[in-house]
C-alpha cells in the first residue's frame, strides 16, 4: 500500500482514506466471506476493519506495516462476528450428505458442496489461516504477523486445517462408499 | 482425496472462484460514517513524551498571551504607546489559503476521463471527490487504478526541483512546462508555479510477475496528466 496516502490519512486526510477503503474493500469482503461463510456478517466485518482503520490509524507507528496491520483488523471483526453469529443463531450440525458421488470417490476433483461442508467444520482460527494463506497468498510469516502468533504456530494452523478437511472429505464419502460396496 | 496435496489444491482453487461480492455499499457506508467518527490520537505519541507536555502547555499558554498583548497594543489608537502610525498592507496569511480554497482540484480531471484513460469503457459509478479538500482529489473507479493526485497552488516550483533532484527520477517530455516520474510511483507535472502529483497506489511496487505494470501505469498517469495540465 502506498505510504504516502497512509501517512495522509494518519493525519485525518479524508480523500487518502477514501483511496485506501476502496482499494481495500474488495479485499477485505472477499476475504471476510470466505472466513465466515456468510455474505451478511462479512459486510459487517468489512465495514467495522475499515472504521476501525480510520479510527486507529493515527497509532499505527510504520506506516510499512498497514497491510499486516489492516489485515489483522480484518481479522479481528471477523472474529467479532462470528462470536455474535454464534450468541444468536441455532448451532447447526452439518451431517455428511448421503448422496450418490462419482465412482471414483477418491477423485482430486472435489465437488464444492463437499469443501463448503468442510471447511465449514473448521475451526475459526484454522479457516482464517487458510484464506490469509491461500487466498490473500500472504506468506506464512506474514500470516503470523497479522495474526500476532509465532509462524510455527501458523504453520502448524494451516498444517491440521488441511488434515481435518481432508478429514471431513472423506467422512463425507464414507457413506456413499460403504453403499457402494453393498 | 488422496493426498494433502490435493486437497489443499481443490481448496486453493474453491477459495478463488469468483463469488460475486460487492463491496460498494459497504464502502459508501464507511466513507459516511468517517464524516462523524473522529481518529483516535496516538497514545504512543504522548507516552513518549509525558515531560515534555507541562512545559509545552505552559510555553504554548505564554506565546498566547504575547500574543494577545501585541494585537492588543497595535489595536490601540496610533499604533500602540507612542508609536508611528503604520499603514495598513496586504500580508500574505490566510487570504492566500482562502484563494486556493476556492479552488476544486477535481475541475482538471473529469471522473470520466480518468476511467477512460485507465481502459474502462462508459461511465465510472463513482464520482472523482475532493472529500471538502482544496488540494486533493480521488477518483475511485479508475479502470483498475486508484488515482488520486494533489494540487500544490503556489510554490510548486520549489517543490518540483527538489523532487527533481532525488534518486530513480526519470523525465517524462511533453507534459507541462516539465514532468518528471518518481519511483514512488508518481508523475509529478509543473506548470508556472503550479504542480500536480498524480498518484497511482501500487505503483512503487515493482510485480516481478507482471514486467509491464510500471509501463502501464507510467502510460496511464501521463494520459491522465496530459489532460490535467492543459487545465492547469
Known sequence: MDTDLVRLA??????AFTSLAAALADRFLAASHRILRDLGLAEDA?????????????????PARFDAWSYRLLVRACYVEADQARRWTPNIRLLPADEPMAADAMSTVVDRDQLERGFRRLSL???TV??????????????????????GTAASRLHYAVKGLRAALDADARPTKRRDAQ | MSTDRDVTRALRSWLHEDAHEDAERVLNLVL???DTTPQRRAAWLTRRFPLLTKSFRFAALAAVILVAVVVTIKLLPGGGIGG?????TAKPSASAASTVAAFDPCSLLTATEAFQAGGGTGVPNSKASNQGSDWYCVFPETGGYLLTFTYDAHGGAT???QQKKGPGVQAVPGIGDDAIWLPSGKLAILKGDKEVQITIPGADQPNPSDPGKEARDLAFAKAVGAIIAGRM
Open chain 2, 159 to 161: 517543490a518540483f526541483a
Open chain 2, 32 to 34: 459516511e460514517e468517517i
Open chain 1, 46 to 62: 468489512t465495514q467495522q476493519a475499515l472504521l476501525s482503520i480510520w479510527r486507529d490509524l493515527p497509532q499505527l507507528r510504520d
Open chain 1, 125 to 127: 482460527d484454522h479457516r
Open chain 1, 130 to 151: 487458510v484464506v490469509l494463506h491461500h487466498y490473500l497468498d500472504l506468506p506464512l510469516d506474514q500470516v503470523a504477523e497479522t495474526l500476532a502468533i509465532p509462524v
Open chain 2, 84 to 88: 508611528p502610525t503604520t499603514t495598513p
Open chain 1, 10 to 15: 494518519q493525519n485525518g486526510d479524508k480523500g
